[in-house]
């Protein structure tokens, strides 16, 4: 088995690309050891120490290591886990059932613009994001403004500001009159 690995705009994250499906669909979302429970993949990877958050894609794990932890240290323990998980044939998540998260759902008198801006991250923003290891879901919307939820490389990138400000923002503005602005929130 080989893993790629690529750096992403958030330095405390890596991409890790096992060559095979992490999540066929959706993603997950461990921002501490004790949110893992549900994932053999990823309470193996929170055995690393230094590690601090895990984040699954599609065919991809992104990983954030603590702060003062260096990458050489950690990564080779982290590569070690993804292979021995693979080698196991233990499932990437535990249990019947379990969904990988995704957009908050919304109902009432904003449900047809809350429609229109969940498509347009699901067709325009979420693709790009993944590809830097990442994802962005809908958290809520409330008079004109956007709550969305950081999650991967993008929780705690440097970037992030600009990212939601000039690029989302700008994109659902365009498109949606009624939006006003993006904030992110901490789930």
Known sequence: ???????TPNPATLKFLPGQAVLGAGTADFPS??????????????????????FFGGDFVTVTKADGVEWDHIKPG???AIMEHY?????????????????ADHDGPDAEI???IKELLDTRVRPAVAQDGGDITFHGFDRGVVYLHMQGACAGCPSSTLTLKMGIENLLRHYIPE???VRPVAV
């Not at 990437?92 to 990988?100: D, L, P």
């Open 33 to 54: 050891a004790d949110a893992a429970g549900t994932s053999p993949l990823a309470q193996r990877i929170f055995a690393v120490s230094g590690v601090s958050g895990v």
């Open 1 to 7: 088995m080989f893993i790629q690995t690529e750096s």
């Open 114 to 116: 809350v429609g229109q």
């Open 87 to 103: 080698q196991s044939g233990q499932p990437v998540m535990a249990g019947e059932g379990v969904t990988a998260s995704g957009h």
């Open 78 to 80: 982290i590569l070690g």
């Open 179 to 181: 939006v006003t602005e």
